[in-house]
């Protein structure tokens, strides 16, 4: 009996499908799309920031988590996915966004006939404003593109204004001692604030070679750290071993006030509103590196 209902189930499932596969076909003509799901982080705040209301027929599961997006109250009333593709296809969307890493879920949309869009990972400020543009038209709306690439370049040059002179060494350090490298959106954040990495040391000296970051010890920080700090999301209580790291007294002791910075991750994992936002708050946080 439990066999044939799950293949009652299944026959149910593709039935659906099915008819929804029939009615996507239908509904994609030539125009804007007017039914787009995000799943992924990034397009979740892309799409809040330059599509219509109207147009955003879901969000990925991320949307409402304050600790990676800064537009969680814009993204309170609309549906969220569940984390499978059938819970995108009930929605009957004309297009859909999602990240590199959905693989699985592209191909089996693709099967489907249903348009699928991917927001690549920004790891530059320049990648950002084309990203703006390119999803500005994407969902008909270039103008606002153009307007989100503007103010990003705005918020650079406001950067770039307050920057750091001369320029101070950095590191992103984040819990058990990994450190961000310097091809990421972060890095390329600070560069811009007046804050460099440190020159890579020989084999020995604490630093990896790798360009998308690797792990340094306490004990080079304490030693021969760089001139300032900069912590994402930084624990404030010793509760494991990698929050240890970050809360180690002899650490908070050389790296002051005006030694860290404590940047919220949500400003540096995406481009669209949260880098905006980030520029703005880098702006302001590196000023207490002067007093």
């Known amino acids: 009996m439990t066999f044939k209902r799950t293949i009652f189930a ?39 920031a330059l599509a219509d209301p109207g147009q955003i027929a879901g969000l990925s599961p ?11 109250e814009q993204a309170a009333g609309f549906p969220r996915l569940d984390w499978d593709a059938e819970s995108i296809v009930t929605l009957a969307p004309d297009l859909v966004l999602v990240g590199p890493s959905r693989r699985p879920t592209r191909a089996m949309l693709d099967a489907m006939g249903i348009r699928v869009a991917e927001v690549d990972l920004v790891s530059n400020l320049a990648d950002a404003q084309r990203q703006a543009r390119e999803i500005g038209a994407l969902v008909g709306h270039p103008e606002r593109g153009e307007a989100l690439a503007r103010d990003l370049a705005q918020a650079e ?33 600070l560069s811009v604030a007046g804050l460099q990495p440190p020159a890579r040391a020989s084999s020995g000296g604490g630093f990896m070679s790798a360009e998308q970051g690797g792990f340094v010890s306490l004990e080079h920080l304490l030693t021969d750290g760089p001139d300032v700090l900069v912590f994402q999301d930084p624990p404030r209580a010793a509760q494991d071993q990698g929050a240890l790291f970050i809360t180690h007294p002899a650490l908070l002791a050389r790296y002051g006030a005006d030694r860290r910075i404590d940047l919220p991750e949500r400003y540096t994992v995406c481009g669209g509103p949260s880098l905006l936002q980030g520029l703005d708050y880098l702006t302001k946080a590196i000023g207490t590196l002067r007093k």
């Open 10 to 48: 299944g026959g149910l499932v593709l039935a659906v499908f099915a008819a929804l596969h029939g009615a996507v076909r239908r509904a994609h003509a030539e125009g804007p799309p007017k039914r787009i799901v995000s799943f992924n982080l990034c397009s979740d705040q892309l799409l809040l």
């Open 62 to 72: 991320y949307a409402v988590n304050p600790l990676l997006s800064v537009m969680t």
């Open 157 to 189: 040059v406001r950067l770039a204004a307050a920057a750091i002179k001369p320029p101070r060494t950095a590191l992103v350090i984040q819990r058990e001692g990994y450190r961000e490298g310097p091809a990421s959106l972060v890095s390329n954040m």
